[in-house]
């Protein structure tokens, strides 16, 4: 059994910035891709970034510097560094893990106000 759980979500003024946490625990395997996705109200959920273990780092093209993902494989957690935050990044963030199967955690609310 895996278990996501997030952290770090809230309200921020445009140009401000927040950090994400997720730690993962139970059957997690060092050989996995760990991340963030989001979903928007009325969008589908879309691929912020993504770390593996030994494989390059992934992000979105909407990123454009301003995120960054980090991850400790000790403590199985996954962050999210997001700077310059505007309005269209508000949305539900979800961590992810993918090792044989994909798992979510519950997500966490980022609202940015203009």
């Known amino acids: 059994q895996v278990q996501l759980v997030e952290s770090g979500g809230g309200l921020v003024q445009a140009g401000g910035s927040l950090r994400l946490s997720c730690a993962a625990s139970?059957?997690?395997?060092?050989?996995?891709?760990m991340g963030w996705y989001r979903q928007a109200p009325g969008k589908q959920r879309e691929l912020v970034a993504i770390?593996?273990?030994?494989?390059?780092?992934i992000y979105a093209n909407f990123v454009k510097g301003r995120f960054t993902v980090s991850r400790d494989n000790a403590k199985n957690t996954v962050d999210l560094q997001m700077n310059s935050l505007n309005p269209e990044d508000t949305a539900v963030y979800y961590c992810?893990?993918?090792?044989?199967?994909?798992?979510w955690g519950q997500g966490t609310q980022v609202t940015v106000s203009s």
């Open positions: 992810y893990l993918r090792i044989s199967a994909t798992f």
């Open positions: 139970g059957r997690v395997f060092s050989d996995n891709v």
């Open positions: 770390i593996g273990s030994g494989r390059p780092t």
